[in-house]
């Protein structure tokens, strides 16, 4: 297990309403550096919405979110400059259709962090060499597999060296065979590299691989934080229980 002591980012009392309906109550967590946090629980407890809220896609109506000791001030202007920092891989892998892979990968880089175009590439390559898919730098979107689109979207997110990586379902779409693929990188992220991540994932095997605590949600209420070992063994509330039943856990 990584020694992990220094806090990067910490939630504190947010929620979340959508016109009268509450979709988040009253979350607070702490995430440290080098941690991995699966987000679990039921469709619809709220586990995409909480990952959202986390680099400003979702406003929230009161609540704090502290990153690196610094109350974050919603304004746009300033979730901007966190989002290059708090990256996001969507379950819909969200390429540019239009975009060859390196292109995609070059873009927020170089455009938006206006950083020099030969050495974002020269990292563009390396980091596509590392999950098997250099070969197809030169490759449209459209020409790939969903679990090959996925492997770009994580190096597109890498390539903005961000301090931590929020996963939204990014297997959800894919064949069985693809998935475990996906997983062997993330897991390596997390060993090798130290990355901190969220992750929301349906694949209770996927999570209990890679993630070091985990966040149990429903009805966009936290029911049980604990460490993932202890959660897949001896989880603590009722709920939980039958929830990785009704999973086959």
């Not at 609540?63 to 819909?92: C, D, L, N, T």
């Not at 980091?127 to 597109?156: C, F, W």
Request: charged content about 30%; some cysteine.
């Amino acid at each position: 297990m990584r020694k992990m002591t220094e806090e990067i980012l910490k939630v504190e009392h947010l929620n979340k309403f959508y016109g009268d309906w509450q979709a988040l109550h009253d979350i607070s967590f702490n995430l440290k550096k080098g941690e991995v946090l699966a987000i679990l629980g039921p469709s619809g407890s709220g586990k995409s919405t909480l990952l959202r809220t986390l680099n400003g896609l979702e406003d929230y109506k009161n609540g704090e979110i502290v990153f690196h000791g610094k109350k974050v001030q919603s304004s746009p202007k300033e979730w901007q400059a966190i989002r290059q920092k708090i990256g996001m891989v969507f379950q819909s892998y969200d390429l540019f259709p239009n975009l060859t892979v390196i292109q995609n990968i070059l873009l927020a880089p170089t455009k938006v962090q206006k950083r020099d175009r030969a050495e974002v590439e020269e990292e563009a390559h390396h980091l596509l060499k590392r999950v098997n898919m250099d070969q197809y730098a030169d490759t449209y979107p459209r020409e790939l597999s969903g679990g090959q689109q996925q492997r770009v979207a994580i190096v597109r997110t890498l390539a903005m060296k961000p301090e931590i990586i929020l996963l939204d379902e990014i297997t959800a779409s894919l064949d069985p065979e693809m998935v475990r693929g996906i997983e062997d990188i993330v897991k390596k992220l997390s060993e090798n590299d130290h990355m901190t991540m969220v992750l929301v994932t349906h694949q209770m095997n996927f999570a209990k691989r890679v993630a070091d605590q985990v966040l149990f949600l429903e009805k966009g209420k936290i029911i049980e934080k604990t460490p993932c070992e202890q959660f897949f063994t001896e989880p603590q509330s009722e709920r939980a229980q039958q929830f990785l039943t009704d999973m086959d856990f």
